[in-house]
């Protein structure tokens, strides 16, 4: 079955370090992946989205890599901040439907 | 609206009783998801809208599980005869497109439901 693995182990770093955040996946041939970001109480925020034919995007301090065949992307924030901590969720699509299968999250704690 | 609406926000109910959720999504987003995520898991998928098409219904948990969108907009999720299971967040989401290779989506905040 499909499966989507990401650190279930809260990655603690220091202010003003990069943020590398893994999402593995296995028996799925994902179109696209996109992350987003969860704050307690909230719904998931959309952040980045990256196409199977792209390996790397980047906004501002945000950088997705997506490698098709390690089956893995890769999540960096660079410059972290405090306010950067929150759970960050990896979601895989297909090119038939709509609909994304997300994984568990990993929570990021950006410590000043 | 601003953004994806739900009500309520949050939802006490005793063990066998009928629940209705509520999703009121952003304005000309033509596709309308489900999800429920439990406490520290991630997100589980229940059920996609996409314009008129049938939907797909393919992960609702049991035929206690149903949901309707009307005119396109709202939509209920409906869980009759609840169980203590079925306590979680459940999150809607709405999007563009059909595809979320071109967009993302954009959540509520969720009702969280605690069956006692």
């Known amino acids: 079955s499909q499966k989507i693995e990401q650190n279930s182990e809260a990655l603690n770093i220091q202010e003003g370090k990069t943020a590398t955040l893994t999402c593995n996946y296995t028996?799925?041939?994902?179109?696209?992946l996109q992350w987003y970001r969860q704050d307690p109480g909230r719904g998931p925020v959309f952040l980045l989205l990256?196409?199977?034919?792209?390996k790397e995007k980047r906004k501002e301090r945000l950088k997705v890599t997506f490698d098709t065949t390690l089956k893995q992307s890769l999540f960096h924030i660079t410059a972290s901040q405090p306010a950067d901590s929150a759970t960050y969720l990896c979601?895989?699509?297909?090119?038939?439907?709509?609909?994304?299968?997300f994984g568990q999250g990993t929570t990021l704690q950006v410590k000043p | 609206g601003a953004g994806v609406s739900q009500s309520p926000s949050n939802k006490v109910t005793e063990k066998g009783k009928d629940v209705e959720l509520r999703c009121d999504p952003i304005?000309?987003?033509?596709?309308l998801y489900w999800y429920r995520q439990s406490l520290g898991q991630g997100l589980e998928f229940l059920i996609y809208?996409?314009?008129?098409?049938?939907?797909?219904k393919s992960g609702l948990p049991s035929d206690r599980f149903s949901a309707e969108r009307t005119g396109g907009s709202v939509s209920t999720l409906t869980i009759q005869r609840t169980q203590q299971e079925d306590s979680a967040v459940y999150l809607c989401?709405?999007?563009?497109?059909?595809?979320?290779?071109?967009?993302?989506?954009?959540f509520g905040s969720g009702t969280r439901l605690t069956v006692v």
């Open positions: 990256i196409r199977e034919n792209e």
């Open positions: 979601a895989l699509g297909s090119s038939n439907t709509g609909k994304l299968i």
């Open positions: 304005s000309g987003h033509t596709a």
């Open positions: 989401a709405s999007s563009l497109g059909n595809r979320g290779s071109n967009y993302g989506y954009t």
């Open positions: 028996n799925y041939s994902p179109a696209y």
């Open positions: 809208f996409q314009g008129n098409s049938a939907p797909d």
